[in-house]
């Protein structure tokens, strides 16, 4: 069953009311937002690209009105009107690669609805029988152009991350390639966006650059019609120094960002790798040199999504039992004897893999199982009735150490009344 509730009307009823026809982004466990049924995706924080694209045009637009248009009779009538045209279409451009950074999937890598296979299964000894333990190495070997590079289990997506993939943690998604998550464009900048995030800082320069020299131009072009000094030009144009200084500013931010990338490009390195010394003190197994280096970022052809977000799914519904206090118990729930004390209600196999292993304000779990303590999660315990109950099969093996009346004895207010003789019959049985 899926986390995630879809809006009402979504799909059509398939086989009696027991599954429900709909979209893949509906049913899409990140936090990622989407618009025109899943045709654009954009991060959580995509209020802040309506900011972004504020301080891109603002400025353009005071520059258009009272620079540019004067600049009209300061150039003969030809060169006046080329000005203009070049701003505004140099701005749209450098909107449009905001925007397709942006909306775009970066390179996330599906989430498994399983843990692998484990490759060995360890036989640890409770009382008088053997349980097997699956374990999951955290890490694995693997050979990058002849190096031994080391990938990591992702807890939340259930799977070994590839090489220079991370888990963002505000999206909420394994990223191939994963450079970083930018605030100003509200998304990851991944494998497949790379790319355009570096054109649109770059253009970006260019465009504070083209501003800010002709900004100065039309101060000039006062000053020597008038006669006066650069401040008596400078104060008969306030617009102009208010532009100077801003795109001054600006200047220094996203070119010193384009430089940056720069050098991330010529050496293959990520804005995450070269953060964390990835490569400072062991040989970068991904350079090829710097021609190979760039050709990779802007000749290589971007591969495709892993992700088809409008593809239609089946979303199962579960009948999950519910207690009159708004708990709810489930007795699929498997615990070693290590794990059971009095008053204890910790979730097992619970190993801090974030917001997609918690239950939402419904009582509805999410179905998949994580591992722990060799156990697979199948349900967790109820967290408002302020009881819990045992299944059979812990309840016989508590029996066969002397505990039974112990761990029993409590009661089970979350059914609506007493378990425990049912609880009793059940461990003799």
């Given at each position: 069953?899926?986390?995630?509730?879809?809006?009402?009307?979504?799909?059509?009823?398939?086989?009696?009311?027991?599954?429900?026809?709909?979209?893949?982004?509906?049913?899409?466990?990140?936090?990622?937002?989407?618009?025109?049924?899943?045709?654009?995706?954009?991060?959580?924080?995509?209020?802040?690209?309506?900011?972004?694209?504020?301080?891109?045009?603002?400025?353009?637009?005071?520059?258009?009105?009272?620079?540019?248009?004067?600049?009209?009779?300061?150039?003969?009538?030809?060169?006046?009107?080329?000005?203009?045209?070049?701003?505004?279409?140099?701005?749209?451009?450098?909107?449009?690669?905001?925007?397709?950074?942006?909306?775009?999937?970066?390179?996330?890598?599906?989430?498994?609805?399983?843990?692998?296979?484990?490759?060995?299964?360890?036989?640890?000894?409770?009382?008088?029988?053997?349980?097997?333990?699956?374990?999951?190495?955290?890490?694995?070997?693997?050979?990058?152009n002849g190096f031994s590079v080391k990938v990591k289990y992702c807890d939340t997506c259930m799977l070994y991350r590839p090489p220079r993939c991370s888990h963002c943690s505000i999206c909420d998604n394994?990223?191939?390639?994963?450079?970083?998550?930018?605030?100003?464009?509200?998304?990851?900048?991944?494998?497949?966006?790379?790319?355009?995030?570096?054109?649109?800082?770059?253009?970006?320069?260019?465009?504070?650059?083209?501003?800010?020299?002709?900004?100065?131009?039309?101060?000039?072009?006062?000053?020597?019609?008038?006669?006066?000094?650069?401040?008596?030009?400078?104060?008969?144009?306030?617009?102009?120094?208010?532009?100077?200084?801003?795109?001054?500013?600006?200047?220094?931010?996203?070119?010193?960002?384009?430089?940056?990338?720069?050098?991330?490009?010529?050496?293959?390195?990520?804005?995450?790798?070269?953060?964390?010394?990835?490569?400072?003190?062991?040989?970068?197994?991904?350079?090829?040199?710097?021609?190979?280096?760039?050709?990779?970022?802007?000749?290589?052809?971007?591969?495709?999504?892993?992700?088809?977000?409008?593809?239609?799914?089946?979303?199962?519904?579960?009948?999950?039992?519910?207690?009159?206090?708004?708990g709810f118990v489930n007795s699929n729930v498997e615990k070693t004897l290590s794990d059971i004390e009095m008053g204890d209600r910790k979730v097992i196999g619970d190993n801090g893999s974030g917001p997609?292993?918690?239950?939402?304000?419904?009582?509805?779990?999410?179905?998949?199982?994580?591992?722990?303590?060799?156990?697979?999660?199948?349900?967790?315990?109820?967290?408002?009735?302020?009881?819990?109950?045992?299944?059979?099969?812990?309840?016989?093996?508590?029996?066969?150490?002397?505990?039974?009346?112990?761990?029993?004895?409590?009661?089970?207010?979350?059914?609506?009344?007493?378990?425990?003789?049912?609880?009793?019959?059940?461990?003799?049985?």
């Amino acid at each position: 069953m899926y986390g995630v509730h879809p809006p009402q009307n979504s799909g059509e009823a398939v086989g009696g009311g027991t599954a429900e026809v709909i979209r893949t982004y509906q049913t899409w466990k990140g936090s990622n937002i989407f618009f025109l049924g899943g045709r654009f995706m954009f991060g959580p924080d995509i209020r802040s690209i309506f900011l972004s694209i504020f301080l891109i045009v603002a400025p353009v637009v005071v520059f258009c009105v009272f620079v540019a248009r004067k600049l009209l009779d300061k150039f003969s009538h030809d060169i006046g009107i080329l000005v203009m045209i070049i701003v505004i279409v140099f701005t749209i451009y450098v909107v449009t690669l905001l925007l397709v950074t942006s909306g775009r999937d970066p390179g996330i890598i599906p989430r498994n609805t399983h843990p692998p296979e484990p490759e060995t299964l360890d036989q640890i000894e409770v009382g008088s029988t053997q349980t097997p333990q699956i374990r999951l190495p955290r890490f694995k070997e693997v050979m990058v152009n002849g190096f031994s590079v080391k990938v990591k289990y992702c807890d939340t997506c259930m799977l070994y991350r590839p090489p220079r993939c991370s888990h963002c943690s505000i999206c909420d998604n394994c990223v191939e390639r994963f450079d970083h998550h930018c605030p100003w464009v509200g998304q990851c900048i991944g494998l497949r966006n790379y790319r355009f995030f570096f054109m649109f800082v770059s253009s970006a320069t260019l465009l504070c650059i083209y501003v800010f020299a002709f900004c100065w131009v039309y101060v000039i072009k006062i000053k020597n019609s008038e006669e006066t000094s650069i401040w008596g030009a400078l104060v008969k144009t306030p617009a102009s120094i208010v532009l100077i200084i801003y795109t001054f500013i600006c200047m220094w931010f996203v070119g010193g960002l384009t430089a940056f990338h720069l050098y991330l490009i010529s050496t293959n390195q990520s804005t995450y790798e070269n953060f964390r010394y990835r490569y400072d003190q062991t040989e970068n197994p991904y350079s090829r040199g710097i021609i190979e280096n760039f050709k990779e970022v802007f000749w290589r052809s971007i591969p495709p999504s892993k992700n088809d977000f409008r593809a239609v799914v089946v979303k199962e519904w579960e009948n999950v039992p519910r207690a009159s206090g708004g708990g709810f118990v489930n007795s699929n729930v498997e615990k070693t004897l290590s794990d059971i004390e009095m008053g204890d209600r910790k979730v097992i196999g619970d190993n801090g893999s974030g917001p997609a292993d918690q239950y939402d304000q419904t009582g509805h779990g999410e179905g998949r199982s994580d591992l722990r303590g060799g156990h697979p999660r199948r349900s967790s315990w109820g967290r408002r009735s302020g009881s819990w109950e045992l299944p059979s099969d812990i309840a016989s093996v508590a029996s066969g150490l002397g505990d039974s009346n112990r761990i029993i004895g409590g009661s089970s207010s979350s059914l609506g009344g007493s378990r425990g003789g049912q609880l009793t019959g059940q461990s003799r049985q």
